[in-house]
Structures are given as structure tokens and as C-alpha cells.
């Protein structure tokens, strides 16, 4: 009978060769971690996406609102922002010149619906808050303290 030497992989009588049907542990770590980055990625792919269009509605107006106010400071002339129901319009401007409506058909202005915009350089704190009809309970503020540009922050209840 021909023996093995030390360290080779040839199977010994008496022992059984190990089953195929087995995981080591160093395995199923790697697969609970894999999984757990996954899920991971998925909730944040999945966040609760309702104050997302706010949000986005918020940044566009501060992007129109300082547009409109470096117009006013270019022409000389005063322009104020006047929200409607259905929409909001610039005073002083052009009716083509910049967008009069909302992306989402849900938003709604509460509180002020003026903010003049110009042409002095310094036009003193002013702001404006957003609402959604689909998510009352949420809010943004779109809002400058008259030297900064208008930024968007979370408005306090």
C-alpha cells in the first residue's frame, strides 16, 4: 500500500470526503456583507422622493429670482416677483423673458407673494415660501438678506 506524503491532498481511508453542500463562515460573511451593501444602495436609491420636487421647484425660483434681479440692476428698472394661483409673473420685465408657471401643479406660495427684486444693489431681506398640495406638511423658504443671493433652506413651522 503506497503512502502519501506529509501535505499532499490524497484522501486518507477512514475519512470522508467533505461535502460539497457546505458554506465556511468566511463565505457567508462575504454574502452578508455584499447584501447589506446592497440594501444600502437601494434605500438610499429609494428615499421618500415627495420633497424632492419641491425642492427642485424652490432652486429654480431662486435661479429665476436672481436672474430677474440682475436684470433690474442691467436696465435700471424695478422688477417684483407677484405669485398668482395658477403661476407667478415678473413686473417690470417682459412676459417671454422668464418662466411664469410652475413645474409641479401642486405648489403653492404661503404667506408674502411679492418680493421686489431691484435695481438697487441692496434690496433688503426678503423671502418666500413653498408648499406642496400633495405634502401640506412640508415646506422650503426661498429667501435673501438683501446682499447674498436667494437661497433655499427648510422653512420652520
Known amino acids: 500500500m503506497p503512502t502519501s506524503a506529509p501535505g499532499s491532498s490524497a484522501r486518507r481511508p477512514g475519512i470522508p470526503a467533505r461535502l460539497a453542500a457546505g458554506f465556511t463562515l468566511l463565505e457567508l460573511l462575504v454574502v452578508i456583507s455584499i447584501i447589506a451593501i446592497a440594501s444600502a444602495g437601494v434605500a438610499f436609491a429609494l428615499r421618500d422622493a415627495g420633497g424632492d420636487p419641491l425642492e427642485r421647484e424652490a432652486q429654480r ?3 429665476l429670482l436672481e436672474s430677474a434681479r440682475a436684470r433690474s440692476r442691467l436696465s435700471g428698472q424695478p422688477v417684483r416677483w407677484v405669485a398668482g394661483d395658477d403661476g407667478f409673473r415678473f413686473e417690470g420685465l417682459a412676459s417671454n423673458v422668464l418662466p411664469t408657471h410652475w413645474l409641479a401643479r401642486d405648489t403653492q406660495v404661503a404667506g408674502r407673494r411679492v418680493l421686489v427684486l431691484g435695481p ?4 433688503g431681506p426678503q423671502a418666500v415660501t413653498l ?13 435673501t438678506d438683501g446682499l447674498r443671493p436667494f437661497a433655499v433652506t427648510a422653512a420652520v413651522p
Do not use: C, D, Q
Open 120 to 123: 438697487e444693489p441692496v434690496i
Open 131 to 143: 408648499t406642496s398640495a400633495e405634502h401640506p406638511e412640508r415646506a422650503v423658504r426661498v429667501a
Open 61 to 63: 425660483l431662486a435661479a
